[in-house]
Structure formats: structure tokens, C-alpha cells
């Protein structure tokens, strides 16, 4: 009986992220551009566990759903062939503790969000399959949250929307 390996796919976008988070990184350095590397890439939910500050910049990612689509018809449903379409989400988060005081209307939080989305999104292109865990991948949407935590401390977070066809 077949099924997706959920644990292997978010363990591989993991192993890609920390691969590409060094000055080496292939296709980009994770970090590239921003002000302080990125701390941890995790892989929970941060709606469900807290993160620690020390860990900020950090990428993690979970799972939203699977659909199941039946292909073939088999003489029973163990055997019949399927097809998922996989929605996870990878959530980019930054702490900027300071925010500029010119007036040059610059948010400096806004800023590097913006700059690691961009980076993971482009380092999650690189491997469409995921390790060939999937038949392709691609990211659908990113959104953006701010979270004011004390006087002048911004905590971004960016929110992609990660999917994934498998065969299974």
C-alpha cells in the first residue's frame, strides 16, 4: 500500500533550506541580503508551538492538508492508485528590536520579511520535486503579519503557501 511520506517531505524542505542558508548557497544564500542570518529552520507549527526568540530569523514549515484524488480503478481500494495535491506552508519570521527613527519612512521589518521571502521562494524553486519526493511543487501565495511585541520590537512573518502533487 502506498502512501506520502509527509515526515520525509518536510525533513527534505528543511535539509534544502539549511543547505542554501550558508554564504555558499545554491541557488542564493538564504540569508543573502539580510541584516542577521537566519537563526533555525524548523519544521512545526508556530500557531501550535510558541518559537523562541533566540531562534528569530527563522523559516519553519507544516503541513495545511492533503487532497486524495483516486486514479485507477483496482480490484480494491488498497491497491488503487492515488493522487494528492499537498498545501503546506513555509512562514518566514524576523524580530527587528529597532525600528528607524529618521523620516526617510523606511520599515526596516517590513524590509527583511520581505527579503527572506523572496530568498525561499527562490531556493524552493531550485528543487521543484522536492528530492523527488513530489512530482513538482510551487509556491501559490505570500502573505504578510505584523506583530507588535513591545515598544519599538516588530516581529514580521511571512507566509507562503507551498503545493505539491504526488503519485502514490
Same mark, same amino acid.
Given at each position: 500500500?502506498?502512501?506520502?511520506?509527509?515526515?520525509?517531505?518536510?525533513?527534505?524542505?528543511?535539509?534544502?533550506?539549511?543547505?542554501?542558508?550558508?554564504? @555558499?548557497? %545554491?541557488?542564493?544564500?538564504?540569508?543573502?541580503?539580510? +541584516?542577521?542570518?537566519?537563526?533555525?529552520? $524548523?519544521?512545526? /507549527?508556530? =500557531?501550535?508551538?510558541?518559537?523562541?526568540?533566540?531562534?528569530?530569523?527563522?523559516?519553519?514549515?507544516?503541513?495545511?492538508?492533503?487532497?486524495?484524488?483516486?486514479?485507477?480503478?483496482?480490484?480494491?481500494?488498497?491497491?488503487?492508485?492515488?493522487?494528492?495535491?499537498?498545501?503546506?506552508?513555509?512562514?518566514?519570521?524576523?524580530?527587528?528590536? @529597532?525600528? %528607524?527613527?529618521?523620516?526617510?519612512?523606511?520599515?526596516? +521589518?517590513?524590509?527583511?520579511?520581505?527579503? $527572506?521571502?523572496? /530568498?525561499? =521562494?527562490?531556493?524552493?524553486?531550485?528543487?521543484?520535486?522536492?528530492?523527488?519526493?513530489?512530482?513538482?511543487?510551487?509556491?501559490?501565495?505570500?502573505?504578510?503579519?505584523?506583530?507588535?511585541?513591545?515598544?519599538?520590537?516588530?516581529?514580521?512573518?511571512?507566509?507562503?503557501?507551498?503545493?505539491?502533487?504526488?503519485?502514490?
Amino acid at each position: 500500500m502506498g502512501v506520502v511520506d509527509m515526515n520525509g517531505l518536510k525533513t527534505t524542505i528543511k535539509a534544502t533550506l539549511d543547505g542554501a542558508n550558508t554564504t @555558499t548557497g %545554491s541557488p542564493i544564500d538564504l540569508s543573502n541580503g539580510m +541584516a542577521t542570518r537566519v537563526q533555525k529552520i $524548523l519544521t512545526l /507549527n508556530r =500557531e501550535k508551538i510558541p518559537i523562541q526568540p533566540s531562534f528569530y530569523p527563522c523559516v519553519t514549515t507544516f503541513f495545511k492538508g492533503k487532497m486524495i484524488d483516486p486514479k485507477t480503478i483496482a480490484k480494491d481500494q488498497l491497491v488503487a492508485k492515488r493522487a494528492a495535491t499537498i498545501d503546506m506552508t513555509v512562514v518566514g519570521i524576523v524580530w527587528v528590536d @529597532t525600528m %528607524s527613527t529618521n523620516f526617510e519612512y523606511t520599515d526596516l +521589518a517590513d524590509n527583511e520579511c520581505e527579503l $527572506l521571502m523572496e /530568498n525561499v =521562494e527562490q531556493v524552493l524553486r531550485s528543487d521543484p520535486t522536492i528530492g523527488g519526493r513530489v512530482t513538482w511543487s510551487h509556491p501559490t501565495a505570500v502573505t504578510y503579519h505584523d506583530f507588535v511585541t513591545q515598544e519599538g520590537a516588530h516581529l514580521r512573518a511571512g507566509v507562503m503557501n507551498l503545493q505539491a502533487k504526488a503519485y502514490y
